[in-house]
């Protein structure tokens, strides 16, 4: 067995530090900024349990993303339901969504299944546009209920329970990776045909990856509404969530879970802050410019080049 | 809405009209994907860009169809270039090209549409020509003249790719790189070669294409996303890389579209192509006309 200590010693570590910064004066616009941050974390490393273990390149994170958004967004107008069981039902709904698009899908092999999960988003989105109990086109306004007791304020509240989401989202990835599921997928990758003729369940190990990296993706959507007081089927749908879900991991690198989320908060925070100071669609130009570079120049990521940085630190010794 | 044959009728005609259009638009994909194997998903944030250059030209009094004639042997160098540097930096390093090929592309895409929105901004932009804002009166029907004008540059570009593939030197070796590459190796020929020349024409084929594009509609920077949807489902229910394939699925696509769009409003219309590219890819993923 693994020594398993510093790992979730360091998660425990992560969740309080950040219900102590929740609780703390800190600005309330770091809050606003943390969690977007937060949300890509687990965004990204829901992606890397499919895209980055098993090589299955996933367009459709906006398609989990906004579905879970939605199922929240009906729970609570329909019974006023509270964030956990909103968190929960949206990681159920999109989950069963992955699954069902892995039924149909997973057969496909390279970009046919890429483009059939951009597919998804698409009908998704045309769904809620046409459903008028969910605003339709024009989006619903929500209000937020009173905030639960040792929180100042909702972003308070939401930027905390993003926090605990992750540090669960980075915990499954990593168990997956370390264990004989995540071997299985990596086996998929590399050789498909030669890890089925070595008894590997290639369809039934691609289905579990393509189902909890959509109930991730969902369960990082359901905060959204709240988040925004809103939602429309643009925004929620948007193909930004999706190339930002892929390049974040293809930047931080795939192979290992620490990549998605070192990916997720440089990209993430680059992508706060050229927001605020720049304009919106730069922010979206640096995101595809980095993906290309990164693709391009170093194809492991970041984690690949510290990788090389410490051979080469090594043999000039 | 209640059936009547005569909106029937309508939609099927206009479904016609469309279909040789989405023909028009995937044809360049049906080269670079379907007979190259490249995961050109840029392919539609190429046409938009397309679409643009066209509209500066009009601005100088250019008719958009010349334009987008104009434009193609620009947009061949584009091309090529691209092909040049897909080919230096993934499809000669082999193994995990796949995913790093898709998510150049995918990036490629973003940037494109970006770029377009930096530049001209999120308005949408038309062309103006004689042709452009009249209808033509057909019984009782009344046909957009952009709409003809369309479905006639369409009809010549397929002709002419179709013939071009298959009776000159070229586009037949353009077809044996697609059958069978390491034999066209052991001949002595360079598929690389060949596949840049390829590429190059589908990209400028592309141009014309975006040209039509803003004839039929004002265009915006993010139009290219739906129209992934609409170019992919073509050449995959065609079965990758057949010319007549291409024309008999877009009139498939463009007429279900057309019939969808008038019995349940425009609001569905966007969902059609997807629907249709996830049902050929669950049923029949080697498409109508597979090879």
């Known amino acids: 067995m693994r020594r398993d200590w510093p790992f979730w010693a360091g998660a425990a570590a992560t969740v309080a530090l950040a219900a102590a910064v929740g609780l703390s004066g800190a600005n309330e616009y770091f809050f606003y900024a943390s969690f977007v941050v937060l949300q890509f974390v ?8 499919l895209g980055g273990y098993a090589g299955y390149v996933n367009f459709g994170t906006a398609a989990f993303f906004g579905i ?40 496909l092999r390279g970009i046919f299944f890429s483009i059939a999960t951009v597919a998804v988003i698409f009908i998704m989105e045309t769904a809620m546009v046409n459903w008028r109990y969910v605003g339709g086109a024009t989006g619903v306004q929500l209000l937020r209920p009173p905030v639960m007791e040792p ?3 909702y972003t308070r509240m939401l930027f905390v329970v993003m926090a605990i989401l992750a540090v669960i989202a980075v915990s499954i990835a990593r168990y997956i990776e370390v264990s004989w599921i995540g071997r299985g997928l990596r086996a998929i990758r590399d050789s498909e045909e030669a890890a089925e003729c070595f008894g590997v369940p290639t369809l039934q190990l691609k289905l579990f990856a393509c189902t909890v990296s959509g109930a991730l993706m969902g369960a990082a959507g359901a905060a959204m509404p709240m988040y925004m007081s809103f939602i429309e089927p643009p925004s929620s749908f948007s193909l930004t969530y999706s190339v930002s879900a892929l390049a974040m991991p293809m930047i931080g690198g795939t192979s290992h879970w620490l990549g998605p989320v070192i990916g997720a908060i440089l990209l993430g925070s680059v992508q706060q802050i050229v927001t605020v100071t720049i304009s919106n669609e730069i922010n979206v130009l640096v995101v595809g410019v980095l993906l290309v570079v990164f693709v391009v120049a170093a194809p492991d990521g970041i984690l690949g080049l510290l990788k090389r940085l410490k051979w080469l630190l090594r043999s000039s010794r | 809405m209640a059936f009547s044959f005569e909106l029937l009728l309508e939609a099927i005609l206009f479904g016609v009209l469309l279909g040789c259009f989405y023909a028009a638009v995937s044809i360049g994909l049906s080269v670079s994907f379907g007979l190259l194997d490249v995961p050109h998903v840029a392919h539609p944030a190429i046409m938009v860009l397309g679409s643009y250059c066209t509209y500066l030209l009009n601005r100088y009094g250019l008719d958009p169809i010349v334009a987008g004639i104009a434009l ?3 947009f061949f160098i584009l091309g090529v270039a691209i092909y040049r540097f897909y080919y230096e930096t993934f499809e000669k390093r082999g193994s995990e090209a796949g995913v790093r090929g898709l998510a150049f592309f995918f990036g490629l ?27 033509l009166a057909l019984g009782e029907f009344r046909i957009p003249w952009r709409m003809v004008v369309a479905f006639g540059v369409a009809l010549v570009l397929t002709a002419a790719l179709t013939i071009y593939l298959s009776r000159t030197f070229t586009g037949r070796a353009i077809k044996a790189v697609a059958q069978d590459e390491p034999a066209l190796r052991l001949m002595g020929a360079n598929p690389v070669r060949i596949k840049q020349w390829a590429f190059g024409i589908a990209t400028g084929v592309t141009a014309l294409a975006g040209a039509m594009l803003i004839v039929v509609g004002p265009v915006e920077p993010s139009l290219d996303r739906v129209y992934i949807g609409r170019t992919f489902a073509v050449v995959v229910l065609a079965g990758l890389g057949s010319m007549t394939g291409t024309l008999a699925a877009g009139l498939i696509l463009g007429i279900s579209e057309s019939i969808v769009l008038m019995q349940f409003g425009a609001s569905w219309a966007p969902a059609v192509a997807f629907g249709l590219l996830l049902v050929v890819l669950g049923i029949r993923p080697q498409g109508l006309f597979g090879r």
């Open chain 2, 72 to 74: 193609m042997p620009l």
């Open chain 1, 151 to 153: 929180f100042e304020s």
């Open chain 1, 42 to 49: 687990v965004l990204a490393t829901a992606w890397n349990i």
């Open chain 2, 109 to 135: 895409a973003f940037i494109i549409e970006v770029g377009l929105i930096l530049v001209f901004g999120v308005d949408q932009r038309m062309v103006e020509a004689a042709y452009i804002g009249r209808s």
């Open chain 1, 68 to 107: 879970g958004a939605y199922t929240a967004v009906v729970l609570f107008k329909a019974a006023g339901a509270p964030l956990a069981v909103q968190i929960l039902a949206a990681a159920a709904i999109s989950g069963l969504l992955g699954f069902g698009t892995g039924l149909l899908t997973l057969r």
